[in-house]
């Protein structure tokens, strides 16, 4: 028996191993490239070597001296994105929290239709909404505004965070509540003294979550901040980005029209309202195409551009005339 014990010890650790080996490495290895290409010299960023020959700092120094026309307002970006990014965290925590405390433990009717109805809204896609959030934030006088991209994400992460927290508090024992509620606690109290201490690593996680979301969030960040003191990282680094050269370009087209983010380019101006095709909404549907095609684009120009040797220019290009009097009769 004990021998049995240990081989089937010995298999589930093998087991294991097999599997948690290859996801450390698939997690690695991108990282390992990031690393690659920042203490790589220029002409050597992309030779295929597993370690520069003459290893480098400068891109560093470039980067953290502001050294680059690009680069400027580099530390302002960075404090844009830490600000909106924890700014968002918080928000959706207290959002959250309270809300999966009032459906869980207060059992408050409705709260359970409630919660479902609010993770029905991400069957609508993000890019969807683009539209009508660039509009309302232009209504309300927050555009160029950290506070327009703060309640976007807020309201992108709390159906997700809400559901997250609710599943964790059922799993708290009711007995608790109750010999609170003997001694005499208030739903504050309960709320403040036992549901948040007990709470604590759930709302790490979800935390966690909602600042990651914000951190790397580039179609409503690139749609509601414009001014290069007021743009997040990520859209600044799509702005140091060259554009991709014509043969890169070419083979983009198949790889484009085979995502959502292609599909949304087509048909989003045909399926707009006639209502809402006047002019106040023309530059929020003109900076949402540009941000998908941005986001696509770019990373799907260089991924295709080392994977494939050749492309059909000539239907490509014809592609992308059709993309640019979509947007010109938008």
């Known amino acids: 028996m004990t021998g049995r014990r240990f081989m089937r010890g010995v298999s589930a650790e093998a087991a294991l191993l097999l599997v948690g080996i290859p996801v450390l490495l698939w997690t690695l290895i991108p990282i390992y490239h990031m690393f690659l290409f920042a203490i790589s010299p220029k002409d050597a960023a992309f030779s295929g070597q597993l370690w520069p020959t003459n290893p ?23 404090f844009n994105s830490l600000a909106i990014s924890c700014a968002t965290a918080v928000i959706t925590l207290m959002i959250a929290s309270g809300a999966a405390f009032a459906i869980s433990r207060l059992r408050m009717k409705g ?74 606690a208030s739903p504050w109290q309960l709320f403040r003294m036992i549901y948040i201490p ?6 790490i996680a979800v935390g966690t979550y909602a600042l990651l979301l914000a951190w790397n969030e580039y179609l409503y960040a690139f749609l509601l901040l414009s001014r290069e003191t007021a743009i997040t990282l990520p859209v600044a680094s799509a702005n140091t980005c060259p554009p991709a050269s014509p043969p890169a370009r070419s ?29 106040a909404w023309r530059p929020a549907v003109r900076k949402t195409m540009t941000a998908l095609q941005n986001a696509s684009g770019v990373h799907l120009g260089l ?27 938008v």
Request: proline share 4%; net charge positive; hydrophobic share 45%.
């Open 56 to 78: 480098t700092f400068r891109n560093f120094e470039i980067v953290f001296g502001q050294k680059h026309h690009f680069l400027y307002n580099f530390w302002r970006q960075m």
């Open 111 to 184: 709260g359970r239709l409630v919660m479902n109805l609010a993770l029905f809204t991400y069957f609508i896609p993000a890019a969807f909404l683009a539209v009508p959030m660039y509009k309302t934030m232009g209504m309300y006088g927050l555009l160029n505004n950290d506070l327009a991209l703060i309640l976007a994400m807020v309201t992108v992460a709390s159906p997700y965070a809400i559901w997250i927290l609710r599943q964790a508090s059922d799993k708290l024992p009711v007995e608790l509540d109750e010999a609170a509620l003997i001694d005499g």
């Open 198 to 203: 007990l709470m604590v690593p759930s709302l």
């Open 251 to 279: 083979r983009v087209s198949c790889w484009e029209r085979a995502t959502p983010w292609r599909f949304f380019v087509d048909h989003a101006a045909h399926a707009l309202p006639a209502k809402t095709k006047r002019r």
């Open 303 to 329: 991924s295709c551009h080392a994977v494939q040797g050749g492309g059909d220019d000539v239907r490509d290009e014809a592609g992308r005339g059709d993309d640019r009097r979509m947007i010109d009769r």
